[in-house]
């Protein structure tokens, strides 16, 4: 099972960024796949989720009506499009691979490498 995620980088205040997460090693339909985001001194929180048949979407307050996750099965790719970002979106952004959508990190089994978003104000 491998997570690669990928689409980081510096963007300004209200720009937008798209995160992939390419999985291999299992097939999407049969797992939620969870963004996490973890800001330097902060705990890693859950961004948003999605179920393996993608009928079923979850955000977190802060992200909501900002960010939108989907889901590309035929690909094996989860997307995060990330609208109207602000400095406090800045943080190493994973994807990770869960058998449920719970919000905790620890229900969570395999974990991309994370890749790094920068919001300059």
């Known amino acids: 099972v491998q997570l690669q995620a990928s689409g980081g980088g510096l963007a300004q205040a209200g720009g937008s960024l798209r995160l992939s997460c390419v999985v291999s090693?299992?097939?999407?339909?049969?797992?939620?796949i969870g963004w996490f985001r973890q800001a330097p001194g902060k705990e890693r929180e859950r961004v948003s989720c999605?179920?393996?048949?993608?009928?079923?979407?979850y955000y977190a307050d802060s992200v909501k009506g900002r960010f939108m996750i989907s889901s590309d099965n035929a690909k094996n790719t989860v997307f995060l499009q990330m609208n109207s970002l602000k400095p406090e979106d800045t943080a190493i952004y994973y994807c990770?691979?869960?058998?449920?959508?719970?919000?905790?990190?620890?229900?969570?089994?395999?974990w991309g490498q994370g890749t790094l978003v920068t919001v300059s104000s």
């Open positions: 999605i179920t393996g048949s993608g009928a079923s979407t």
């Open positions: 990770a691979q869960g058998d449920s959508t719970s919000d905790s990190r620890y229900e969570y089994d395999y």
């Open positions: 090693g299992f097939t999407l339909d049969r797992y939620a």
